[in-house]
Nanobody, 124 residues
Framework: QVQLVESGGGLVQAGDSLRLSCAASGRTFSDYAMGWFRQAPGKEREFVAS????????VYADPVKGRFTISRDNSKNMVYLQMSSLKPEDTAVYYC?????????????????WGQGTQVTVSS
C-alpha cells in the first residue's frame, strides 16, 4: 500500500511558475515509477509526466514539454512537478500516482495508487 498526498497547488497568473509536491508513505517508494496526471472540469483525466523508479528516465505529454519538469527525491519519498510558463489551459486538478512498473508509464491503468489531488488555477 502506498499513500500519496499532493500539495503546492493554488491560483496563479498566466506566465507564472508553481511547484507541486507529492509525499509518499507506505511501501518502498523507490520501487515505484511515479506520475502526474490532471483533470480539467468537464474533461477526462490526462497524463502529464512520469519518472522512472530511480529518476533516470522521464516522459512528458506534448502540451507540457519544455515547460514542466518532473523530479523525485527517493531519500525523502517525494516527487515534484515544477511548472513554468503556466497557461490558462493548465488549469486542472493535479494528481500524483505510483506505478509498480519501474519504467515510465503514461497510461492511468498502469498506476495502482493515487493521491487526492491539488487544484491549480491559472488566470489569464
Amino acid at each position: 500500500q502506498v499513500q500519496l498526498v499532493e500539495s503546492g497547488g493554488g491560483l496563479v497568473q498566466a506566465g507564472d511558475s508553481l511547484r507541486l509536491s507529492c509525499a509518499a508513505s507506505g511501501r518502498t517508494f523507490s520501487d515505484y515509477a511515479m506520475g502526474w496526471f490532471r483533470q480539467a472540469p468537464g474533461k477526462e483525466r490526462e497524463f502529464v509526466a512520469s519518472i522512472s523508479w530511480r529518476g533516470v528516465s522521464t516522459v512528458y505529454a506534448d502540451p507540457v514539454k519544455g515547460r514542466f519538469t518532473i523530479s523525485r527525491d527517493n531519500s525523502k519519498n517525494m516527487v515534484y512537478l515544477q511548472m513554468s510558463s503556466l497557461k490558462p489551459e493548465d488549469t486542472a486538478v493535479y494528481y500524483c500516482a505510483a506505478s509498480p512498473f519501474r519504467g515510465t508509464a503514461e497510461a492511468g491503468p498502469q498506476y495502482g495508487y493515487w493521491g487526492q489531488g491539488t487544484q491549480v488555477t491559472v488566470s489569464s
